[in-house]
């Protein structure tokens, strides 16, 4: 496995946690960047002239996994015909659509991806966006995991780089220069240290309201808007 106190993943000055944080227990934010010849949907995304696309939650299905992911397209029927006509597709299902922006959940014919990497580490994958170079946003629930899905990698010869490693504790009591609220930072701490970012769960929103005295419904609210900030401020997205 990776040594994330000393390895550097790349010759750039993208660097991982250095051995001053030595808790391995806490929970990662990892920006990785690979090119899109290193997955296949990436590929199939850069040669369709598409004005966005925008990958978001892996979830998993039979023996593989399926992301869900939003494009933007002046011909989503198109689209979706030249989609279906690719080998690597194994399925494609459009499950809402916002005016020209229509979210889709795709599988891919190869039980073995970046995808299926990043559940087998208990991985999430915030958001995924780009062209012929992909940055993935991603969060795992401490770094051995995080270890896994290096060596998943490495092991399935996909080249990818980090970019970022971010603890989440590094957020602050008050947020820090991330900008959660104390609330966003313990709904999304209890979160992670209770397994919920796992596929499947380990644990459900009313038992993570339980335990911060709050409703399910609020509970739901309060981490995904502190998924958001983390994406947006820890990792330097512009919008």
């Known amino acids: 496995m990776y040594d994330l106190d000393s390895v550097s993943i790349q010759e750039s000055n993208t660097h991982l946690l250095s ?42 299905i039979q023996k593989g ?13 198109r689209f979706e015909e030249t989609l279906r006509g690719y080998q690597c597709v194994k399925s494609l299902k459009r499950i809402d659509q ?37 940055k993935f946003q991603t969060l795992f629930s401490n770094r051995n995991e995080l270890g896994k899905f290096f060596d998943f990698c490495v092991d399935n010869k996909i080249d990818i780089q980090v970019k970022r490693v971010v603890p989440l504790s590094s957020t602050g009591e008050t947020g820090g220069k991330f900008g959660l609220t104390s609330k966003q930072r313990k709904a999304l701490t209890v979160a992670a240290d209770h397994g919920y970012f796992k ?11 339980d335990e911060l005295g709050i409703s399910s419904q609020a509970c739901s609210k309060r981490i995904r808007s502190g998924v958001e900030k983390l994406v947006t401020n820890a990792l330097e997205i512009t919008r």
């Open 65 to 77: 996994a399926a992301p869900y992911f939003w494009a933007e397209d002046d011909d989503s029927v």
């Open 98 to 134: 916002i005016g020209d922006h229509v979210l889709y959940r795709i599988q891919s014919s190869e039980e073995t991806n970046i995808f299926t990497g990043i559940l087998e580490s208990d991985g999430v994958l915030l958001q995924a966006s780009g062209d012929t170079t992909w």
């Open 199 to 209: 596929s499947p769960s380990d644990v459900t929103l009313d038992e993570i309201g």
């Open 19 to 60: 051995s001053q944080e030595p808790r391995w227990t806490m929970s990662v934010l990892a920006e990785i960047i690979l090119s899109s010849e290193e997955f296949h949907f990436g590929e199939v995304f850069s040669r369709n002239s598409l004005r966005h696309v925008e990958l978001k939650q892996v979830v998993p």
